[in-house]
């Protein structure tokens, strides 16, 4: 089904942007021990093109990727092509240019890999390379494999994932006890109720959500839209969510009078991070590396995001980043040896341990995260503390449409107690059936 429109969400957040790493690695990283890889490395010349949505800058992927596959594989010639602004993927395949593998996190995938017709089934060739998927955090596979109905489009070299961050000099300035790992959101916003003070001319406020991923990330694992491609935003299970996480922190005189003071906003990672009155937010562990000037401003810590009062232990789903082989790739066992490689515990390993979240179940490199980072002190634990919940089925059709937008747009409202719940969630269902009824007729 091949279209000529863009169809991707835009970025989400600085923060979901960056989620990759790159390192070294064995030449059979991923064989079962023991056992020699089942395909020799390739020493002929190949040259590899990579594509993704990101709009990232040829030196991140440098950085990220490109820097630590030539070193890996010398005889392979790394192509990136960075997206233009204004331009579109269809373009790039109607001059003909070729696209071996290209990536995505787990939101925009269906709109470029699958709606362009890129996609391509890894199962054999993975079989062929003796690529163990066991090795991987389960719920990033169930998610692909849901993607493709049953074919593994691609692979997870990226995650990530949200925890609790709390500024702990306005917890001492407060003299409010930290929050620890483990706790549930009733617990959170007795803690946050203390928070909110004001003190020496400064507004202090308690929490604030991350509301894109107060949707993307739920716990109830709950999908955008439903089977039949309706919205899917008015039940009871969301309204769960949207009071425990933001209407209970947010309607209170102190919290109202910063989010006053913010142009009516919700309060978000800049009154964390820069203006330093907000004392707990949500992130993941990204976080550090993209503010790492304002993060070394002050005393801060991490532990793991708040429970829902039914699914105790269970924490936010993850947010991957899979890469893929297209279907027009020119050397299938080349690139699988390259996804291969980025996969591989070597590899997993040299970036959790500067911070970057692993895809894999291996304990040991899940322990290493951040061990080697600016911030190596802190509780990055917190991101591994509560069990993953599977990933919410994710279409094609949400990635063609702002159907995050329709969910989001009336929150400061919501917030401000200038819009009810009931009414909140008629209208953004009303709103986000009319983008999916004017795709039917594109």
């Known amino acids: 089904m091949k279209k000529k429109m863009a169809g991707t969400l835009a970025a989400l957040t600085a923060v979901s942007m960056m989620a990759t790493a790159c390192g070294g690695g064995s030449d059979s990283a991923n064989a079962p021990e023991g056992k020699d890889s089942a395909v020799k490395e390739n020493k002929d010349p190949v040259e590899l093109v990579f594509y ?9 992927f440098n950085d990220r990727y490109g820097d630590a596959i030539r070193k890996k594989f010398p005889n392979y010639t790394i192509k990136y092509i960075q997206r233009a602004t204004g331009s579109d993927l269809q373009d790039l395949i109607n001059a003909g240019q070729r696209i071996d593998i290209q990536w995505d996190s787990i939101g925009s995938f269906p709109g470029s890999n699958m709606v362009y017709e890129m996609s391509y089934d890894m199962t054999e060739l993975m079989k062929k390379h003796q690529v163990d998927v066991s090795r991987f955090e389960p719920s990033l596979i169930d998610a692909m494999k849901q993607l493709g109905n049953g074919a ?139 503010m790492k000037d304002e993060l070394s401003k002050f005393n801060w810590d991490i532990v793991s995001e708040p429970t829902m009062p039914d699914a105790p232990g269970v924490g936010p789903q993850s947010y991957p980043g899979y890469f ?36 894999l179940k291996n304990e040991s490199i899940q322990k290493a995260l951040g061990q080697e980072s600016a911030f190596k002190d802190k509780n990055y634990g917190a991101f591994f503390y509560n069990k993953f919940p599977a990933i919410a089925d994710k279409t094609i059709q949400e990635s063609q449409v702002a159907i995050l937008g329709t969910y989001t747009k009336n929150l400061n409202k919501l917030s401000s107690g200038d819009m009810d719940i009931n009414t909140y969630m008629r209208t953004a269902e009303e709103e986000a059936n009319k983008l999916l009824d004017s795709l039917k007729k594109k």
Request: net charge neutral; hydrophobic share 40%; glycine share 4%.
């Open 52 to 60: 993704s949505m990101s709009r990232d800058s040829e030196a991140s």
């Open 152 to 290: 593994i489009y691609g692979l997870p070299v990226y995650n990530e994932r949200m925890a609790l961050f709390y500024n702990k000099d306005i917890f001492d300035k407060l003299n409010v006890p930290y929050p620890k790992d483990g706790m549930t959101w009733a617990e959170l916003n007795e803690i946050a109720k203390k928070l909110n003070v004001e003190k020496d001319g400064i507004t202090y406020t308690g929490f604030s959500p991350s509301v894109n991923h107060l949707f993307l990330v739920n716990q109830y694992s709950l999908p955008l839209l439903t089977k039949d491609l309706r919205a899917n935003i008015t039940n009871e299970k969301w309204k769960q969510i949207l009071d425990l996480q933001l209407i209970q922190p947010t309607q209170n005189p102190v919290y109202q009078k910063a989010m006053a003071n913010n142009k009516g906003k919700i309060l978000d990672l800049n009154q964390f991070a820069k203006d330093q009155s907000l004392a707990m937010f949500i992130s993941s562990p990204i976080l550090p590396q993209v």
């Open 324 to 359: 893929a082989i297209t279907k027009m790739a020119k050397d299938k066992d080349a690139a699988m040896e390259v996804i291969k490689f980025l996969t591989s515990d070597e590899y997993q390993m040299e970036y959790s341990k500067k911070g970057i979240m692993t895809t």
